[in-house]
């Protein structure tokens, strides 16, 4: 039995999280599970009723559940907020109030989008890869930080435990996968970079058979959009990790499609890693993949059922590969289906 | 009457820097000025004999000359050094000696090479912007930093003069371009990221000819690979420009051949951006253009004599148009030449 929180949230939000409640319950029905699904506010839907983004009782909600699914957040309505109060504030709220440290973004192309990219074909055929991205920790919420009329100062930080755990953790997916570790820092400026980069050595030890090789952010950068097969497991703390997972989404072609993990060490959220497109919203226009896939995760992740995950996956490669496209990834010569007859299509392909 | 202090530094350095001489002393001749050149130690050729990367005599010579042609710096024979003796040191060590504030770093496309990214041809071409980097300050010399056992630390912080000035330069330089500016910060979540933006806004008041638009750093890396003919300039801050530059220098499909130029209010140093190469380093292998590109901005920034300048961008595309490669541009089918006989065909295109 299982306990699912799902705060749709603003913009077309609720649209795709509804789809891929669709998908969730459909799988549920389907292999006997028993999924009880409670909707949240949060983010803008949350600010107009009770003057906050993320209230305490959203909070406990995500608290007690096994996982939550996140659809956007933030739109124009919401823009001119003061600081804290802004949509981005609450997203790193939840994410430090849950703890969750570490973001898993996968950076895999469709082989039907492979044309989509900026990138060659030939360069971005067959990549796969995982970015691991620090999430609770760094520059993101060190302290002091601020600014006067004289000056603007943040602090870059990590503290010991909080390196070893995502090493640790990126460790583990490499070990799952090619077993090839690339951990991104620039140690050849920033001491707390040294200082990350001394700890992976460390937690190195524990996994011998993983090959580890330490990249400069720059130089990181450059390669992904050079050779990103080159790449199986990456990770890096938040702010690089803020940069270089979007990079790696980009060039996949299909920013739309891909979904994202952010996890602790008792709670886990699931959300596409597509911003809430306020332009689109409530036009039944959507692309619904990126939660889709989101929920993919989550069945692999939370539940432990990565035989739900790899059907999920399926199902979605399937109906791409029957031409069914959204607007978003669609060729001009495509004929652009909704969100739910795109829904429709991967239910009916489960 | 113009003094330029020559450092060829290590690796494939001197063997550049030695090219970029050439194009130098044929321009002064047909162009009846009088340049010397004065060549001092840098980097590991100086540690070697000196103990030290980059010694007082050095700089001083920097000091006292019209501007600076670097090479470049390090290699493994110097990989182990403790962190303050390291050629990134010196390099850092030599920036904020001199006073150079502003990093230009321009991604052009050569149309000979527009199939040499790994973009889509037709997502390149045409692709010609100015990516502005913050360069003394910002958490490259942010202080308190350190780390001990259980934390590592740097400090992200700007003064407003810094801001100011480097705003000015970007918005002057979008003046002579098109007149468009995008400002690269993370203002969502960092303070000093919003202390950036306030300023920049402030400065625009000055210069309400040009377009200035935000971006935060994540979109940017993106758009960047996405459609990098949106941007003309670009300005940014020390840390997010180090990534941002190396990408932009990527997508061109030919890092060998872009230069830069670091400029203060006193001084400028003009250098390749690649490295050293010590791989092929004494083999006359190595592309000189990017250092004779930077030969070009010196022209023009630290002489104001940009026709000269455009003479050497005019023989460096002929060169190319006529079928000349060095190795790392070479496809299958070309004839590779060496160092010395591409800059004879760029003297003789002069
Ligand atoms: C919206 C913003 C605060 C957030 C971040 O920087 O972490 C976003 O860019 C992301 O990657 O989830
Ligand atoms: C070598 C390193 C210190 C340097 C930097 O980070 O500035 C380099 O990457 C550059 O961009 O010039």
């Not at 898993?104 to 989008?113: H, I």
Request: net charge negative; aromatic share 8%; hydrophobic share 40%.
């Amino acid at each position: 039995m299982f306990k699912i929180v799902s705060i749709p949230g603003d913009g077309i939000g609720p649209e795709v999280v509804a789809s891929a409640i669709r998908v969730i319950n459909t799988l549920a029905r389907q292999h006997g599970l028993e999924i009880t699904i409670e909707e949240h506010l949060f983010g803008g839907a949350s600010y107009d009723v009770h003057g906050e983004m993320l209230t305490q009782e959203t909070l406990e909600a995500c608290r007690k559940c096994d996982a939550v699914l996140l659809g956007a957040v933030g739109g124009p309505k919401w823009e001119n907020l003061p600081h804290e109060k802004k949509p981005e504030a609450a997203l790193l709220g939840i994410r430090k109030e849950l703890g969750l440290f570490a973001n898993f973004r996968p950076a895999k192309v469709y082989d039907a989008l492979v044309n989509a990219s900026s990138l060659k074909p030939e360069i971005l055929a067959g990549t796969d890869f995982m970015v691991i991205r620090e999430l609770t920790g760094g520059i993101y919420f060190g302290e002091p930080r601020g600014y006067d009329d004289t000056r603007g100062w943040n602090t870059m930080v990590y503290e010991h435990y909080e390196v070893e755990r995502i090493a640790r953790l990126a460790f583990d997916a490499a070990m799952k996968r090619k077993k090839q570790l690339v951990s991104i820092d620039k140690a050849n400026v920033l001491e707390s970079s040294q200082f990350w980069r001394n700890i992976v050595h460390e937690v190195h030890k524990d996994f011998p058979e993983v090959e580890l090789i330490d990249m400069y952010v720059d130089n990181a950068a450059m390669q992904i959009v050079r050779d990103p097969k080159q790449f199986d497991v990456i990770v890096t703390k938040n702010l690089f990790g803020d940069i270089l997972s979007d990079i790696s989404g980009m060039i996949t072609g299909s920013l739309g499609m891909l979904p994202s993990a952010s996890i602790g060490s008792s709670h886990a959220l699931y959300e596409p890693i597509h911003g809430s497109a306020p332009d689109i919203a409530g036009q039944n226009k959507a692309n619904p993949i990126a939660t889709i896939a989101s929920a993919a995760m989550m069945f692999e992740h939370s539940f432990c059922m990565k035989n739900v995950a790899d059907e999920i996956y399926s199902a979605i490669e399937k109906t791409l590969a029957s031409g069914f496209r959204t607007a978003d990834i669609a060729n001009p010569e495509d004929t652009i289906v909704s969100t739910t007859e795109m829904t429709d299509a991967i239910v009916a392909n489960l």
